[in-house]
């Protein structure tokens, strides 16, 4: 009988502890009291910077100028592999550890924890209006949660434009009004007729020519579409083989082992996609070895290039990699939350963070410290595309699959 008993009392105390764990106090008005003292535990995923350069440092940096504005509030950082998104969302989900901040990194979805998240009044619209609309579109940027935008990366077409003007297109205006299928078609016709006949398009592998070739027109528009086309894979195959077939691509892609950057830094296609940022580092790096004779001359066929992006409409998506930072709830009283909001405000609008990251800032007021420590140009037109409203799922999971029968 006594078993029974403790048995059900155990049941009993772990129902009330899952059923009704402390979640915190809600007080979005709530204030950081300037005489007591704070600790901010916050969690992140390491993630390298071109020359060798540290995260952490970086980070510790970010840290030191909080500090000027809050010296009551420690911040305890701490830093995961990349590749153990599933590993922090899984002790999260399991209460082992919460922590008060997390950058999302890898982590796609905010299922893990969403419970335990602050409500979207700790995010104002007013306060939204200062991120740019590519950064609050997609589903973990809906409205019921807050999470502050912190980095983005468009998904665009980078150009040689060496190939451009051999077939007089104009660069200048082709960034500014973008490209579509018609422009890729126009491009082969012209390219096939050069020495060699380069050709118009490369793609990282299958799936990013078809992020290349896709429709871009969701079925239904709002900050929670976030899928492609349905018919956007049947499309880009179709366009793939007419391309294939007037000899503007090569004959023989295999799906399955395809990929064609080499091709593109070889001087073989106009075009590469889907390109992100950081991409321009990898060619500038390149012409550093070209220009010390460290690359034989068959790799020698790229020289300036240009990011491009798609023909861009009110009602077009753009794909783009977007990682926010979130806030828990769990056991904190309101002005302690208020004090780990304050430190994702402060991260969200970091400008030179993202410069050194090769991304792009998501709060509008830091473009200009971003453009000042942005070093690898195109800045007009990274800057111009963030203002798109409607996001698409970023490759490498756009779930355009289009494998042939």
Not at 9 to 30: H, I, R, S, T
Not at 75 to 100: M, S
Request: one cysteine or more.
């Amino acid at each position: 009988m006594a078993t029974v008993i403790i048995a059900g009392v155990l049941g009993l105390f772990l129902w009330f502890w899952w059923g009704y764990e402390p979640k915190g106090q809600l007080d979005p008005k709530a204030q950081v009291q300037p005489d007591k003292k704070y600790t901010v535990v916050f969690w992140d995923f390491d993630r390298p910077l071109p020359g060798g350069a540290s995260y952490r440092e970086e980070l510790v940096r970010e840290i030191e100028l909080f500090n000027q504005k809050f010296p009551n509030i420690t911040v305890e950082l701490k830093l995961f592999p990349w590749t153990h998104g599933e590993q922090v969302a899984a002790a999260i989900r399991r209460r082992q550890e919460v922590p008060h901040i997390l950058s999302l990194g890898p982590l796609e979805s905010l299922d893990f924890a969403r419970d335990l998240l602050l409500p979207a009044s700790y995010l104002p619209e007013e306060t939204r209006l200062d991120f740019v609309p590519l950064a609050l579109s997609g589903p973990e940027f809906e409205h019921k949660t807050a999470v502050w935008p912190r980095f983005l990366a468009p998904q665009l077409y980078l150009a040689n434009t060496d190939l451009l003007q051999a077939v007089g297109v104009n660069r200048s205006g082709l960034q500014e009004q973008g490209i579509d299928w018609a422009d890729i078609l126009h491009l082969g016709r012209e390219l096939i007729q050069l020495e060699g006949q380069p050709h118009a398009l490369a793609g990282l592998d299958y799936q990013g020519l078809l992020v290349a070739l896709a429709p871009r027109q969701p079925d239904s528009l709002g900050p929670e579409q976030f899928s492609w086309p349905r018919s956007a894979a049947d499309t880009a195959v179709a366009r793939l083989r007419q391309l294939q077939a007037d000899n503007f691509l090569p004959p023989n892609i295999d799906q399955a082992d395809y990929g064609g950057v080499k091709e593109f830094f070889t001087g073989q296609a106009a075009l590469l996609a889907p390109a992100e940022p950081w991409l321009l580092r990898t060619v500038r790096a390149r012409q550093e070895q070209i220009k010390h004779g460290l690359l034989p001359a068959t790799d020698r066929g790229l020289g300036e290039v240009a990011l491009i992006p798609p023909k861009l409409t009110p009602s077009a998506g753009l794909p783009a990699r977007v990682e926010g930072l979130v806030v828990f709830r769990w056991r904190l009283a309101a002005d302690e939350i208020k004090a780990a909001v304050e430190w994702a405000q402060h991260l969200s609008r970091s400008g030179t963070l993202p410069a050194k990251l090769d991304l792009l800032p998501a709060y509008r007021p830091s473009q200009d410290a971003w453009s000042a420590a942005w070093e690898l140009g195109n800045e007009a037109v990274l800057l111009g595309v963030c203002e798109q409203g409607q996001r698409l799922a970023p490759y490498p999971k756009t779930r355009l699959e289009g494998i042939d029968s």
